[in-house]
């Protein structure tokens, strides 16, 4: 079983929808949680970043740990075609130099 | 601009040549990290270096090589590249080891 699990997708949804994107994991000792954006042929882009459990809100994205059910969810309102590329959760431990990736989930938002 | 970058973007090249893929971050970071990813597998840590002549091994670190003389500059070499090294690969570089920014890519081919 891998230590972060997260669905490939892809994921399509029309222009204006909430998109909802989640992983699961197994490590309870995970703190920092992290999702990274990646557009087709770049690097990946730190979207949003949360330390232990809680609710994080940027503009149009809401990042939401929930450490008891080992599942985080990044939230998307009024999405926008723009936002069609793969969402990459990550996660490390604390005081650790080495960041666990879900394998990414494709969203294509549909104008 | 604050940015990490990454040489060559492509490259090309046969079974056995030795290579080096380059990186260098202007933001001062400590941490400084490389990755492959790969269809279905997600991002992987092949080494990782929390600071000048300070390194460590990642995930997958089989077949490649490091090193960490300046704190901006982290390469990647592969004495002998093999056909399963055919990937894209990522350099970071973070202040913390959590946040990490990341370059452009190096799309490798090994013939």
């Known amino acids: 079983q891998k230590e972060v699990e997260q669905d490939p997708g892809p994921l399509s949804v029309p222009e204006g929808a909430i998109v909802s994107l989640n992983c699961t994991y197994s490590?309870?000792?995970?703190?920092?949680f992290m999702w990274y954006r990646q557009y087709s042929r770049k690097g990946p882009e730190l979207l949003m970043y949360?330390?232990?459990?809680g609710n994080k809100e940027d503009g149009r994205f809401t990042a939401q740990v929930d450490k008891s059910s080992k599942y985080i969810s990044l939230f998307i309102r009024d999405s926008q075609p723009s936002d069609s590329a793969t969402y990459l959760c990550?996660?490390?431990?604390?005081?650790?130099?080495?960041?666990?990736f879900g394998s990414g989930t494709r969203l294509l938002v549909r104008p | 601009e604050a940015q990490v970058t990454q040489n060559p973007r492509y490259l090309i090249t046969v079974t056995g040549k030795k290579l080096t893929v380059t990186c260098s971050q202007n933001?001062?970071?400590?941490?400084m990290s490389w990755y492959r990813q790969d269809p279905g597998l997600g991002l992987r840590q092949i080494y990782y270096?929390?600071?000048?002549?300070?390194?460590d091994k990642g995930d997958v670190p089989e077949g490649y090589k490091v090193s960490r003389k300046e704190k901006r500059n982290f390469p990647l070499i592969l004495e002998s590249p093999s056909p399963n090294q055919t990937s894209l690969y990522f350099c970071?570089?973070?202040?913390?080891?959590?946040?990490?920014?990341f370059g452009p890519g190096t799309r490798l081919t090994v013939l």
């Open positions: 990550a996660m490390s431990v604390e005081s650790s130099y080495k960041l666990i």
């Open positions: 933001m001062n970071h400590e941490y």
């Open positions: 970071a570089s973070s202040k913390t080891g959590n946040e990490q920014f």
């Open positions: 949360t330390y232990s459990s």
């Open positions: 490590n309870s000792a995970f703190q920092y």
């Open positions: 270096s929390m600071n000048v002549e300070v390194t």
